[in-house]
């Protein structure tokens, strides 16, 4: 199946806050709550930032937060700051007769 | 803390294949999910497959279904993965990612990532 659709980049000042938007089908995100958001800073492994559509990982920042709509999920990072410069993917489980996963095709987050 | 930890770079011809490891050290690698996820350069995240290592399903993207093989070794706390029918289009950086033991797709501990460039 196809990825799931986020913007290419999306940009902020330090201190505001932003939203990226994940949209999938029927078939994945909106049938299960088994979102997640990835981080990924150049030449470097993704990070786990959240899943379950809205639980963070121990450590991540409460800046960090996760929603779900229908057949679409967002990421919002209130208090940008310049660490937060990076690539987000979300993912969900997309499976029905079998284990199945998808990515999002990410995006880049520049702090102005 | 587990670690997972990768082969290095490999270089293979088209048409050839590659065996990538990820071992575990600090733990082992238990009832977690091992998952592995392609990534082409500057694109996006691909999931291809996984492996619970206790008791050794696997799952497969039904894109790669037909050209990889996941295995484990629990003796030594390692996770393999075959990819054969290489063409260019596999030149990438491959992560292998480890669950949270609840069998969800949420990937908190992630290799350093191999590279293997396919080019003749």
């Known amino acids: 199946q196809s990825a799931l659709t986020q913007p290419a980049s999306v940009s902020g000042s330090p201190g505001q806050s932003i939203t990226i938007s994940c949209t999938g089908t029927?078939?994945?995100?909106?049938?299960?709550?088994?979102v997640s958001w990835y981080q990924q800073h150049p030449g470097k492994a993704p990070k786990l930032m959240i899943y379950e559509v809205n639980k963070r990982p121990s450590g991540v920042s409460n800046r960090f937060s996760g929603s779900k709509s229908g057949n679409a999920a967002s990421l919002t990072i209130s208090g940008l700051q310049a660490e937060d410069e990076a690539d987000y993917y979300c993912c969900s489980y997309a499976g029905y007769s079998a284990f199945d996963v998808i990515f999002g095709g990410g995006t880049k987050l520049t702090v102005l | 803390q587990v670690q997972l930890v990768q082969s290095g770079a490999e270089v293979r011809k088209p048409g050839s294949s590659v065996k990538v490891s990820c071992k575990a050290y600090g733990g082992t690698l238990s009832n977690h999910a091992i998952n592995w996820v392609r990534q082409a350069p500057g694109q996006g995240l691909l999931w291809m497959g996984r492996?619970?290592?206790?008791?050794?399903?696997?799952n497969y993207a039904q894109k790669f279904q037909d050209r990889v093989t996941i295995t484990a070794d629990t003796s030594t706390n390692t996770v393999y993965i075959d990819l054969t029918s290489l063409r260019s289009e596999d030149t990438a950086i491959f992560y292998c990612?480890?669950?949270?033991?609840?069998?969800?797709?949420?990937?908190?501990?992630w290799g350093q990532g191999t590279l293997l460039t396919v080019s003749s």
């Open positions: 029927s078939s994945d995100i909106g049938t299960h709550n088994l």
């Open positions: 492996i619970i290592p206790i008791p050794g399903i696997t």
């Open positions: 990612a480890r669950d949270r033991g609840d069998g969800y797709p949420y990937f908190d501990n």
